[in-house]
T-cell receptor, first 111, second 113 residues
Framework: DVKVTQSSRYLVKRTGEKVFLECVQD?????MFWYRQDPGLGLRLIYF???????EKGDIPEGYSVSREKKERFSLILESASTNQTSMYLC??????????FGQGTRLTVV | DAKTTQPPSMDCAEGRAANLPCNHS???????VYWYRQIHSQGPQYIIH???NNETNEMASLIITEDRKSSTLILPHATLRDTAVYYC??????????????FGQGTELSVKP
């Protein structure tokens, strides 16, 4: 079975902190994505990557950056966390043309 | 990517078939139809996808109309564990061709005993 693993299930950080959310997939997928999910707003795409060291902005990239140094790992970085970044963060991966597989999510609270 | 329209909610009796409709009247020739679901407090789960032929796997069947302007996801024998939000998404299959996976509001399916 495909496994997409997010480093933390729950995370609490302070305003202004630099936050790293890590995601690892074990199926050699080319594509990896980061979404956030908020009540009433659904799932929104932050960034995605279709190859190592490649990244593309999604619909809401402001305040975030990403890193993909290895094929299996895609990191989401909050340079200076703010309370409006409190959310559920979901990582996913897929091979070309196939369905995407999602991790269990990280619920981040910024206080 | 084409926009989809789904009913916001549906009910289904346990053991009966659940038929979830999706309208995608502006779909382009190279766009596929994908279905996902999200059970409460979990990440979305991929179910099935297709271009123009009907597809079936161990989870569900996907029926796409001949003009490709609509589709139906069929769960043949719904169980309580199928209660979830179901998303219909149309997109080109390759991310480096602009095929982003964009989620709409979906259909909240409630399977009742």
């Amino acid at each position: 079975d495909v496994k997409v693993t997010q480093s933390s299930r729950y995370l609490v950080k302070r305003t202004g902190e630099k936050v790293f959310l890590e995601c690892v997939q074990d199926m050699d997928h080319e594509n990896m994505f980061w979404y956030r999910q908020d009540p009433g707003l659904g799932l929104r795409l932050i960034y995605f990557s279709y190859d190592v060291k490649m990244k593309e902005k999604g619909d809401i990239p402001e305040g975030y950056s990403v890193s993909r140094e290895k094929k299996e790992r895609f990191s989401l970085i909050l340079e200076s966390a703010s309370t409006n970044q409190t959310s559920m963060y979901l990582c996913a991966s897929s091979s070309q043309g196939a369905g995407a597989f999602f991790g269990q999510g990280t619920r981040l609270t910024v206080v | 990517d084409a926009k989809t329209t789904q009913p916001p909610s549906m009910d289904c009796a346990e053991g009966r078939a659940a038929n979830l409709p999706c309208n995608h009247s502006t779909i382009s020739g190279n766009e596929y139809v994908y279905w996902y679901r999200q059970i409460h407090s979990q990440g979305p789960q991929y179910i099935i996808h297709g271009l123009k032929n009907n597809e079936t796997n161990e989870m569900a069947s996907l029926i796409i109309t001949e003009d490709r302007k609509s589709s139906t996801l069929i769960l043949p024998h719904a169980t309580l564990r199928d209660t979830a939000v179901y998303y219909c998404i149309v997109r080109v299959p390759h991310w480096n061709q602009g095929g982003k996976l964009i989620f709409g509001q979906g259909t909240e399916l409630s399977v009742k005993p």
